[in-house]
């Protein structure tokens, strides 16, 4: 081999050397420049698999986005990525990217997706992944992802405390902390332990643990069946050390719901199951308001609007001299929109009078007049609580204008709410 020749091969290897420390610094580039444009992330962790992990993470990212928050739900459980199926997207594929990554897949509950699954097409064989490969799909879909600017993005892990999570947290630096998921069961709560410690050596905040299956809502009588026995999850996190954020009961709904893509938090609001799921999540709920005061924030439609039975909605905007009213407990009166949700639309306008004031009315009172969603100005914790609890969606924050003009604004998406200035 003459000099020559010994030279080009050690250029080559040299520029190969070269290429790959290059695009590996690319590569970190990209990741670190797409996921400085979202503000919070969260991951979704269970020490095992079946807990509900995955439900938890769907159902904070649509509780997410019904509060006008722009979410990203990112899915990278190798073990059955079951996001696709829970948000009834199931069969859907990346639809390709505009030269530079990939986009990911609109829900229509207001969520940008990006499964492993949308990866894997409709099929239900066993996929073997191999471990270097599993790592560059997770890399590729962490760095790849045209996320855009969001508020909030949940990440659904694989489960345990293995390689996977590893690595995935690994690609994610600077998360907001993680949200752990756990069942009543003994070997669950050894399970949780680990995944504890896993976040303290990674130096991931925990910012609770969710006890999920706890207890049976009777789908007759509504009552508390304790099937295992509960409480476990509290006197564990509590032994740790870490914030226990509540119980989740066990509810067929959610089963029947999760079949069938429909997140029970949207559909089901008004069950127990949900409410206990909206008091656990308040914690990641309140991470953007404390970060930021609540102004500029873009109410989304809260409705799912592919549902045949949501094409038509009720809204509601309480009124005073013929514009919206800040205080919605002592306004003149309510005006009452039929809207097309489909084609943005409003179809009738209906003027009445409430009840006289008295707490605790108006929520029944608008729920007999078939309200779906109120627009107010401000409107104190509980009262929205009330509402919630009688199917009625609120958006709070909207300004002092003609009932019509928030009506359209809310209905093309340009809604700009401030701060909910009203706490009584
Ligand atoms: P993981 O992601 O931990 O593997 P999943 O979220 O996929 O778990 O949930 C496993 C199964 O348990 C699903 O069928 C889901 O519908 C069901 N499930 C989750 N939480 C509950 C609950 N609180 N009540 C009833 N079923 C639940």
Not at 153 to 180: K, R, Y
Request: hydrophobic share 40%; proline share 6%; net charge negative.
């Amino acid at each position: 081999m003459n000099c020559g020749e010994k030279k080009s091969g050690c250029e080559a290897v040299g520029g190969h050397a070269a290429d790959d420390k290059l695009k590996m610094f690319t590569e970190d580039e990209a990741l670190v420049r797409r996921l400085s444009k979202i503000k919070h992330k969260i991951l979704v962790l269970s020490g095992k698999g079946g807990v509900g992990k995955s439900t938890v993470a769907v159902n904070l990212a649509v509780a997410l986005a019904m509060e006008g928050w722009k979410t990203g739900l990112l899915d990278v459980d190798f073990h059955g990525p079951s996001v696709p199926m829970l948000l009834h997207l199931k069969g859907e594929l990346f639809k390709g990217a505009d030269g530079d990554g990939i986009l990911p897949v609109e829900s229509s509950y207001g969520i940008k997706v990006v499964s492993l699954g949308f990866a894997l097409g409709d099929s239900d064989e066993a996929v073997i992944w191999r471990g270097p490969m599993k790592m560059g799909v997770i890399k590729q879909l962490i760095s790849d992802v045209q996320w855009g600017e969001l508020d909030y993005l949940i990440v659904d892990f694989p489960p345990g405390t293995g390689d996977e999570p590893l690595s995935v947290a690994q690609l994610i630096p600077e998360s907001d902390g993680a949200v752990i998921v756990t069942t009543p069961q003994d070997l669950s709560l050894q399970d949780v332990r680990k995944s504890i410690n896993f976040c303290r050596q990674l130096k991931i905040p925990v910012l609770g643990v969710i006890e999920n299956m706890s207890g049976l809502v009777c789908p007759h009588c509504q009552k508390m069946i304790e099937v295992f026995k509960s409480g476990g999850g509290e006197a564990m996190a509590k032994e740790m050390g870490v914030p226990f954020l509540g119980r989740i009961p066990m509810d067929p709904q959610i089963v029947g719901g999760s079949d069938e893509g429909k997140p029970f938090v949207y559909h089901h609001r008004e069950t127990e199951s949900a409410q206990a799921f909206i008091r656990a999540i308040q914690p990641v709920l309140q991470l953007q308001e404390q970060s930021k005061p609540e102004t500029g924030r873009i109410s989304r439609m809260p409705q799912p609007i592919k549902e045949k039975e949501m094409k038509t909605l009720k809204i509601a905007v309480p009124t005073a001299a013929g514009s919206l009213c800040q205080h919605f407990g002592h306004c003149e009166q309510f005006a009452l929109f039929d809207v097309d949700a489909d084609n943005k639309t409003i179809l009738k306008t209906t003027m009445v009078t409430p009840p006289p004031h008295e707490p605790g009315l108006l929520p029944t009172w608008l729920q007999e007049q078939g309200a779906d969603l109120i627009i107010a100005g401000g409107m104190g914790s509980r009262a929205q609580e009330l509402f919630v609890g009688k199917g009625i969606h609120v958006v709070t924050g909207a300004s002092s204008e003609l009932p019509e003009k928030v009506v359209a604004e809310y209905l093309s998406g340009e809604l700009t709410t401030g701060a909910n200035v009203c706490d009584h």
